[in-house]
T-cell receptor
């Protein structure tokens, strides 16, 4: 009954370091996405994937890479961390809903709090 | 890109009061969603709306999909202390193959005084 699992929960990086935020879901959902949440900004889409081997950019993709080699995993990579990437990152997964082919981010992970100094 | 205006930004109410919040958009959506986020947690889906005019309830929560498809509201009746949190609206528009992107409002922070 894990749902969407994100690791780590907290991370501090130095400017210029790289790291990968992990996201795994055990619900066999086709659709996965990454958001960042900043105070007063709501949730902004970074990257998303509609299935293994398929990824696309969201609203704020710069500085981040993703890959989707399996249905279960959708890691987010920060290539060279910058203070502007200090944020809370959420991974989400979803399934086709009753409207037919339309997908909702129904399940979110608990988030990764990232600080870049 | 699409913009969602969610109001109010924050609300302070007494336990037992009813609450209403809404979202408006500059463009139409085909799906409206309402989420609640507790401190330190990820958002949890409360209600999903798929058709203009649709009115849906989930316990003490009621949400409606506006007829113009550019707005939605969420009502909470007889508020209790555990209703405290941030409420987000989100809209989804089917656009060619990109029928899975959500646009989120900036949230309404709800505080309930016992």
């Amino acid at each position: 009954n894990a749902g969407v699992t994100q690791t780590p929960k907290f991370q501090v990086l130095k400017t210029g370091q790289s790291m990968t935020l992990q996201c795994a879901q055990d619900m066999n959902h086709e659709y996965m996405s990454w958001y960042r949440q900043d105070p007063g900004m709501g949730l902004r889409l970074i990257h998303y994937s509609v299935g293994a081997g398929i990824t696309d950019q969201g609203e704020v993709p710069n500085g981040y890479n993703v890959s989707r080699s399996t249905t279960e995993d959708f890691p987010l990579r920060l290539l060279s961390a910058a203070p502007s990437q200090t944020s809370v990152y959420f991974c989400a997964s979803s399934y086709k809903n009753r409207a037919g082919g339309w997908n909702t981010e129904a399940f979110f992970g608990q988030g990764t709090r990232l600080t870049v100094v | 890109g699409q913009q969602l205006n969610q109001s109010p930004q924050s609300m302070f109410i007494q336990e037992g009061e009813d609450v209403s919040m809404n979202c408006t958009s500059s463009s139409i959506f085909n799906t409206w969603l309402w989420y609640k986020q507790d401190p330190g947690e990820g958002p949890v889906l409360l209600i999903a709306l798929y058709k203009a005019g649709e009115l849906t309830s989930n316990g003490r929560l009621t949400a409606q999909f506006g007829i113009t498809r550019k707005d939605s509201f969420l009502n909470i009746s007889a508020s209790i202390p555990s209703d405290v949190g941030i409420y987000f609206c989100a809209g989804q528009l089917r656009s060619g193959g990109s029928n899975y992107k959500l646009t989120f409002g900036k949230g309404t922070l709800l505080t309930v005084n016992p």
